[in-house]
């Protein structure tokens, strides 16, 4: 605790006579010990009105609590005033003794003013008010009964609060209780970061004692933004703030230096306020670089450079950002397309398309393309994710700002994000997952249990909302993460996981009540309008072998890309890959914490979590012995069965970032500096091998010169689709770029998209193949070109006339010539070279 002399540089001159300090007065009174309630006034050259302000205190404190002993005591400090001030409150001193002066030698500030004056005094309860006495005395007595109510209210709770790291704490008693009134510019800026307070200050509230000792000798700040400071220090620690409505006295006319004076108290609250987040900012900043870093490669060359590992997954995203463009720049529905896929088109609400950034970044996407989005999407994305896990670990588990940074970063870094870099957004902007459980663990808390409930509820279904249009499976993975470790804190801790239930199902309600009619329509079209479909086929195990959970990514610092591919699905699934001194980093803190019950739910929550992502069937490495994995029982349920099962292994890395913020935040405490410095050692052997590197990249396929010069405009007319050779799917996506680059002036036939195949609609990766579409892929990777029948040149007729095709068109590219010779037979007549491709034209009207 901060020490007030050390602080604020001010002496009592009433306290301990015996140790005066040099700048100290003569002492007005002596020290009376405990009181029922302590005045605290802040002065600065207020000789004008101090007088006035404590003969009605002194009146008012008489009446209302008695004139013993221990009954009241009013300390002012006189802030370095160059009027009479001080002299002025020695006299009502040596009048009544129960008045104090502190006394500062130079003017530090109303924060080191209110610092010195509430450390300084002995009161059960502590009213903070201010010279002038904007509000009136009488609203004391709204401010002890909002008190004594809360507490009364809150007793049967006492036993069940939780400790520092326990993540949700069961409602506590309320530490102070703040004077509502008007001052909208100081309330807007007063208090960032304390949501759900709409106090302006603290310049009229009532504290309990003990609390206010503590929080403000916590404070740094000795300026007007100290309210801000103290009450955002008070909602860590987990107790309640309350408001209450008062009145406030109509002030008189200020003169100009009373005006310049309030003019440079707001400049000076914005610098401190400034001060006050500048460690957030840091903390922000450093995530970005780290971003930064990581897409440095994609940034150097947005124009010509492509991720190596993302396969065809940027071209698609880029897709995704430019048809959201292009749909609601011609008032189109955003929901669904047929830019691609055609004749049918694409369900856009059915991929992740994540309409809640592609839409809101379409000045983005005008001013600067599609890459710069999408390169922007995943570079603020990641950071953005690390900041509010940062934010959410700080709030809810450790008081260390920089231990709580690298949980964030390890939630947001680690190597399933990194893969998935690569070219899933939707696995990358994570920002909302740690904003949804902090209003979930508020509604456990059981806070004003009326319309606190009400509101959290509203922003949970917000929230959640918001999220659907974000990444529907993160959230699902996310809302299974959290599903097991309510269930496991109900194991660890049966009362207080019970006692959340109630306040959570309330607000659960309350949120299904908001989500729903917001959903209603997008939900709909996802799952019964055009081109919706049942589930995805992602073979017949998408889980994680065991040896990926302890192996390294292609993408980690120590990571070997051979292994890595050998055991995922591919170079954007590389769904685990934590290494085994990650985990066994983890085990050890888990151990070392086991009696915190957030830590037992938080390893039950990672185990039942990596033994899911193993899959229904989970080979046993070295040997033929295949067993049956937890995932079985989940794999045919609905929205579960197009889940990719390895990706639930990702919600191990907010818990081990959790674990990791939790065992910094401890071995910064520890006082021996060899156990101290052995714990960091610890730590970094855990993290050096899973290390972050810049994500590979390479030269991007050029735009063929047909295309980027408008000459496809001559030969497909509107109606007309053009059919690119080899069609795009998900092997080969190049044309969708084209597609981008021509500002969707021309449709395609084929493409890259979720969307139903056959009569039970079962859900593929690209359009559903056709007898030509098949056979030019064929080609154009290997196989031998059949004998042309009169068959083949129907079917190709018929494919064409599906897809209402108005031109093929071949790219010069290895196997052009087979390519070309083959389709020269199947539509019976010679293309026609232009630029750099061959074409044929086929729409109506052609032979």
Not at 82 to 95: L, N, R
Not at 691 to 696: E, F, G, V
Not at 742 to 749: I, K, V, Y
Not at 788 to 800: F, K, Y
Request: one cysteine or more; aromatic letters at 8%.
């Amino acid at each position: 605790m901060t020490d007030a002399t050390d602080a604020t540089d001010v002496t009592d001159a009433t306290a301990m006579p015996t140790t005066p300090a040099p700048t100290a007065e003569p002492a007005a009174s002596a020290w009376l010990g405990a009181v029922g309630l302590s005045v605290v006034i802040p002065a600065h050259d207020d000789e004008h009105r101090i007088g006035a302000t404590l003969h009605a205190l002194r009146e008012h404190l008489d009446a209302r609590f008695g004139t013993g002993p221990g009954t009241w005591e009013l300390v002012v400090v006189d802030d370095g005033s160059t009027d009479g001030t001080a002299p002025v409150v020695e006299s009502a001193a040596a009048e009544e003794p129960r008045i104090r002066l502190i006394r500062s030698d130079r003017h530090r500030g109303r924060g080191a003013a209110l610092r010195a004056g509430v450390l300084a005094c002995a009161g059960r309860r502590v009213l903070l008010a201010d010279a002038g006495l904007t509000t009136p005395l009488d609203e004391l007595d709204r401010l002890e009964q909002a008190l004594d109510q809360s507490n009364q209210s809150n007793q049967g709770n006492q036993s069940n609060q939780g400790n520092q790291g326990d993540g949700f704490r069961a409602e506590g008693s309320v530490c102070a209780v703040l004077g509502r009134s008007g001052n909208r510019l100081v309330r807007a800026l007063g208090i960032p970061g304390i949501p759900g307070f709409r106090s302006d200050t603290c310049r009229f509230a009532l504290f309990d004692g003990d609390r206010a000792r503590a929080a403000f000798g916590a404070s740094a700040l000795d300026g007007p933004a100290i309210d801000a400071e103290v009450l955002r220090w008070v909602r860590r620690q987990g107790w309640d703030v309350a408001e209450v409505p008062v009145r406030r006295s109509p002030e008189r006319a200020a003169g100009k230096t009373a005006r310049r004076r309030v003019s440079g108290d707001r400049r000076r609250a914005l610098v401190e306020l400034f001060r006050l987040n500048a460690g957030g900012l840091a903390v922000a900043a450093v995530f970005i670089a780290l971003s930064a870093y990581v897409f440095h490669g994609l940034w150097a060359d947005l124009d010509g450079r492509y991720l190596a590992d993302a396969l065809q997954d940027q071209n698609q995203w880029e897709w995704f950002v430019g048809v959201a463009t292009d749909n609601i720049t011609h008032l189109r529905n955003p929901l669904f397309t047929t830019a691609q896929g055609m004749p049918d088109g694409v369900n856009l609400m059915a991929n992740a398309t994540m309409l809640g950034l592609t839409v809101p970044l379409i000045p983005v996407t005008l001013l600067f393309g599609e890459t710069v989005t999408f390169a922007l999407v995943l570079t603020l994305g990641m950071a953005a994710s690390a900041w509010t896990w940062y934010w959410l670990i700080r709030r809810r588990f450790v008081d260390s700002r920089w231990a709580a940074a690298a949980g964030g970063a390890l939630a947001a870094f680690a190597p399933p994000m990194v893969s998935h870099a690569n070219g899933h957004p939707n696995f990358v902007v994570l920002f909302m997952i740690p904003l949804i459980i902090d209003r979930a663990l508020r509604l456990c808390e059981g806070r004003n249990q009326g319309r606190g409930v009400v509101r959290d509820g509203v922003l949970l279904g917000l929230f959640a909302t918001y999220q659907i249009f974000l990444g529907e499976e993160p959230l699902l993975i996310a809302a299974l993460g959290m599903l097991v470790f309510s269930l496991a804190y109900l194991l660890v801790d049966r009362r207080r996981a019970l006692q959340a239930a109630r306040p959570l199902g309330r607000g659960l309600v309350v949120a299904a009540a908001v989500c729903l009619p917001l959903l209603a329509f997008p939900l709909y079209w996802q799952f019964f309008g055009p081109q919706s479909y049942h589930s995805v086929l992602h073979g017949d195990n998408a889980g994680n072998s065991p040896r990926a959970l302890v192996e390294y990514a292609a993408r980690s610092l120590f990571g070997n890309a051979e292994t890595a591919g050998r055991l995922s699905l591919n170079t954007t699934e590389q769904n685990a890959f934590y290494g085994w001194p990650l985990l066994a980093f983890g085990v050890a803190v888990c151990v070392w914490m086991w009696r915190r019950a957030a830590v037992r739910a938080l390893a039950i929550t990672g185990a039942v979590a990596l033994l899911l992502s193993l899959g229904p069937w989970v080979p046993v490495p070295r040997t033929d012995v295949v067993l049956p994995g937890p995932w079985r029982l989940m794999v045919k349920l609905p929205l579960f069965e197009s889940v990719i099962e390895g990706r639930v292994a990702m919600v191990c890395a907010p818990v081990l970032g959790v674990l990791l913020a939790l065992a910094l935040d401890r071995i910064g405490r520890v006082r021996t500096r060899e156990l101290r410095t052995l714990g960091l050692l610890g730590v970094a052997a855990a993290l050096i091998p899973v290390l972050p590197l810049p994500l590979a990249v390479r030269e991007r396929a050029p735009v063929p010169a047909f295309i980027a010069s408008g000459s496809w405009k001559g030969y497909v007319k509107d109606g007309e689709v053009l059919v690119p050779v080899p069609l795009p799917d998900p092997g080969q996506a190049d044309a969708l770029h084209w597609q981008v680059e021509a500002d969707f002036g021309f449709r395609l036939a084929g493409g890259y998209f979720n969307g139903p195949w056959g009569p039970d609609r079962i859900g593929i990766y690209g359009a559903t193949p056709r007898h030509l579409s098949n056979l030019l892929r064929d080609v154009r990777y290997g196989a031998q070109p059949p004998e042309i029948t009169p068959d083949w040149r129907e079917q190709a007729r018929q494919d064409l006339a599906f897809w209402k095709a108005g031109a093929v068109v071949l790219p010069f590219q290895d196997r052009g010539v087979e390519l070309r010779d083959m389709l020269s037979e199947l539509l019976g007549r010679q293309p026609e070279k232009v630029q750099d491709v061959w074409v044929w034209r086929v729409g109506p009207g052609q032979p």
